[in-house]
């Protein structure tokens, strides 16, 4: 299995208050995503990094930011939580080494904003 | 644009059974075309891949072969199993390293005894 984490595994929140999630990896690889996954909706792109301190948008980037100071670590912030931001959030990451770059998953964040 | 259809079930299958989940895609150029597979509670982990054409990736029974001419890449077992139940996902990615990969919505798949 890749070495991926994710922190927390599950949180609840209330609407207005900052959270913080966080992906580690320990593959030393480039690239890093952040999704979420939502029934009906399959799974969305929120941002992305293609290296220490790059990174870029995804289709549903409005809410969040991210925060990349270090190879194995990839921060997702939502600054100020809603519940339309309840959902099951997915780190990823891909690189090097992979011919096709496929990407590798981590077990999740469950958050609940109520 | 990169799209990835698949259909979306659920299906549901008796032990043993053969399945077979259609995945297509519109892709320019030469895709590398994946299926990953989700476990209750889990995330995606990846189940097998296909870098060009004809090519066909196998992994724990589950095969699939990248078809250019009908731009297909269907995921079939010849007999499942209940410990197959999960959700499974199509996806494609094109050649450069920092393309995204493209995702179809899965097709959920219960096995019963």
């Known amino acids: 299995d890749a070495g991926i984490t994710q922190s927390p595994r599950h949180k609840v929140t209330e609407t207005g208050t900052p959270v913080t999630l966080r992906c580690h990896q320990t593959?030393?690889?480039?690239?890093m995503y952040w999704y979420r996954q939502d029934p009906g909706h399959g799974l969305r792109l929120i941002h992305y990094?293609?290296?220490?301190?790059?990174?870029d948008k995804g289709e549903v980037s409005d809410g969040y930011s991210v925060s990349r100071s270090k190879t194995e670590d990839f921060l997702l912030t939502l600054e100020s939580a809603t519940s339309s931001q309840t959902s099951v959030y997915f780190c990823?990451?891909?690189?090097?080494?992979?011919?096709?770059?496929?990407?590798?998953f981590g077990p999740g964040t469950r958050l609940t904003v109520t | 644009g990169n799209s990835v259809t698949q259909m979306e079930g659920p299906v549901t299958l008796s032990e043993e059974a053969f399945l077979t989940i259609n995945c297509t895609y519109t892709?320019?150029?030469?895709?590398?075309l994946f299926w990953y597979v989700q476990y209750p509670g889990e995330g995606l982990q990846l189940l097998l891949k296909?870098?060009?054409?004809?090519d066909k990736g196998s992994n724990k029974g589950f095969e699939a072969t990248y078809r250019k001419e009908t731009t297909s890449f269907h995921l079939e077992k010849g007999s499942v199993q209940v410990s197959d139940s999960a959700v499974y996902f199509c996806?494609?990615?094109?050649?450069?390293?920092?393309?995204?990969?493209?995702f179809g919505p899965g097709t959920s798949l219960s096995v019963i005894p």
């Open positions: 892709a320019t150029g030469y895709p590398s």
């Open positions: 990094s293609y290296g220490v301190k790059d990174t």
């Open positions: 990823a990451i891909s690189g090097e080494g992979l011919v096709s770059y496929e990407q590798y």
């Open positions: 996806a494609l990615k094109r050649g450069t390293s920092y393309d995204k990969v493209i």
């Open positions: 296909a870098t060009k054409a004809d």
């Open positions: 593959e030393n690889h480039r690239y």
